[in-house]
């Protein structure tokens, strides 16, 4: 057993989906993605409690935001349903966290049946603390230009989650991905889980797939997972009917179902394709985002681009195909370093991108994000942008040069459009970047953890 006592503190990525949303809900086409500074930290700790007495809880707190404690029993289910969490009242209120309860049914489930059968009762009382760099939501007014403060990397924010206005960096995935990591990192001795293994990452990511996609209620292509555990990489999904037979924590078979699932023994079951060779930027460029504060339900968006795909085959198929194939060279271009070539690559890709959402009736790069775009490849020290992922209107992201000057001139632009649009667009502080899920010292969460 690891000395529980002590902290474990795990960060785990945001992404950006450069080239390849929709395509890559299809097992035939491949994703670019990119990892994002921008990390979701979850530090787990034993809840001291006075000798003899044993609490059987975990409690969840995020503390940037306003009634975000979330309590939890937990209990054996019969029938081997694993663990089976209750949520417990914070005074008055059930204020539910469907990641989080989902996230800690799966991983306390794999630690008390994985190879080592840990007695049920090691499971001792913790607390889990939540804590997400700024740039996952709008409200934060680190980055405004002018700002002399030092910026506090950890904003308290002014509303409960659910209002707080999200800017689309997978905040879920790489939640459930720290979480599930903190937990099994926590609760594990190294010898059976240490995420610094390749082992390791792919436990966490079998298992933090399964829980996300439970949470969600829906099997995405979990690219975000993957950047999640694994950083920046090129992608191709599961099958899906991986997780369709899985019964729901508490249900009978969960555990010994759970177990197979993650642990792939015989390497049969999982066939998603995670490659970090070759996914990188030219050295001096970057990734950077503009957020436009206001994100988008993506879910109607992508029934409706499979829909156009499903009702016309032919068509949609050419362009999926054309549209990989852009992709390709995009990823290409930016790994050999062909910085010329970056501009035509990211509008071909963009040209495609259009025709999908003219010919589906999509906005995934609605008018309005086109001419943000397009006013923003003008800056001198910005090649091109994309509205990344199922697009909309989240957060755009632009490969630019990585220095001062191309910064403040982003900054100046977007100060402008919105002057002059009505809009609130911020260039964000995050920026691509390459590494997975990692252990973090305490030290960056002074002030935060009781
Ligand atoms: N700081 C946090 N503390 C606790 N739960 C959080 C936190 N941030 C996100 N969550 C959980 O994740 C949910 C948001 O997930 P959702 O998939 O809607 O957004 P996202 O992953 O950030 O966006 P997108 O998929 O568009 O990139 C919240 O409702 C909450 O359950
Ligand atoms: C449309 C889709 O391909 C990408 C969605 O990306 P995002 O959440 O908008 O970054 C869906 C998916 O991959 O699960």
């Not at 007495?53 to 009634?67: N, T, Y």
């Not at 990641?99 to 190879?115: C, G």
């Not at 298992?207 to 209620?217: D, N, P, T």
């Not at 852009?326 to 910085?339: F, H, I, P, S």
Request: one cysteine or more.
């Amino acid at each position: 057993m690891p000395n529980s006592s002590t902290p474990t503190a795990i960060s785990a990525p945001g992404k950006v989906l450069l080239a390849g949303g929709y395509l890559v809900l299809d097992r035939n086409y491949t994703a670019l993605v990119f990892g994002l500074s921008a990390r979701i930290n979850v530090i787990a700790q034993k809840i001291e409690t006075s000798e003899g007495v044993q609490l059987s809880e975990i409690v969840v707190i995020s503390p940037q935001f306003l009634e975000s404690q979330w309590r939890y029993g937990y209990h054996l289910a019969a029938a081997e349903g694993g663990f089976k969490v209750t949520q417990l009242h914070v005074g008055q209120t059930i204020n539910q966290n469907p990641f989080v309860e989902t996230a800690l049914s799966y991983a306390l489930t794999y630690i008390s049946y994985s190879a080592h059968h840990l007695p049920t009762h090691t499971i001792t009382a913790s607390q889990l603390t939540i804590l997400a760099d700024n740039d996952y939501y709008s409200q934060s007014d680190s980055s405004q230009p002018g700002d002399k403060k030092i910026p506090n990397r950890f904003a308290k924010f002014p509303t409960n989650l659910k209002d707080a206005h999200k800017t689309g960096l997978g905040s879920s995935a790489a939640l459930v991905t720290a979480l599930t990591a903190a937990l099994l990192s926590h609760y594990l001795p190294p010898t059976v889980f240490d995420i610094n293994t390749l082992h390791g990452k792919r436990t966490l990511h079998n298992l933090a797939q399964a829980a996300h996609c439970a949470a969600q209620g829906k099997i995405g292509s979990g690219f975000d997972v993957a950047a999640a555990v694994y950083g920046s990489c090129r992608y191709r999904r599961f099958s899906p009917s991986i997780l369709v037979s899985l019964p729901e924590p508490g249900a009978p078979g969960f555990a010994p179902a759970l177990l197979k699932l993650v642990d792939d023994k015989e390497g049969k079951i999982w066939d998603v394709e995670i490659e970090k060779e070759g996914v990188r930027l030219p050295p001096g460029v970057t990734l950077r985002m503009c957020d436009v504060d206001c994100g988008t339900q993506t879910v109607g968006m992508v029934k409706q681009a499979l829909a156009w795909r499903a009702a016309q085959p032919e068509k949609a198929g050419k362009l999926w195909d054309s549209l990989q194939e852009r992709n390709v060279a995009l990823g290409n271009v930016l790994a050999e370093g062909n910085t010329e070539q970056i501009v035509s690559a990211v509008s071909a890709i963009r040209e495609l991108i259009r025709a999908m959402g003219t010919e589906s009736g999509t906005p995934i790069e609605p008018e309005a994000q086109t001419a943000l775009l397009d006013a923003l490849a003008e800056v001198e020290g910005v090649y091109n942008g994309v509205v990344p992922g199922a697009g909309g209107f989240d957060a755009v992201a632009l490969l630019v040069k990585d220095d001062e000057g191309t910064e403040g001139r982003v900054k100046e632009c977007v100060r402008n459009w919105g002057e002059e649009r009505g809009g609130r667009v911020r260039l964000l502080g995050v920026k691509g970047e390459m590494e997975g899920v990692r252990r973090e010292e305490l030290g960056s969460y002074e002030g935060w953890l009781a």
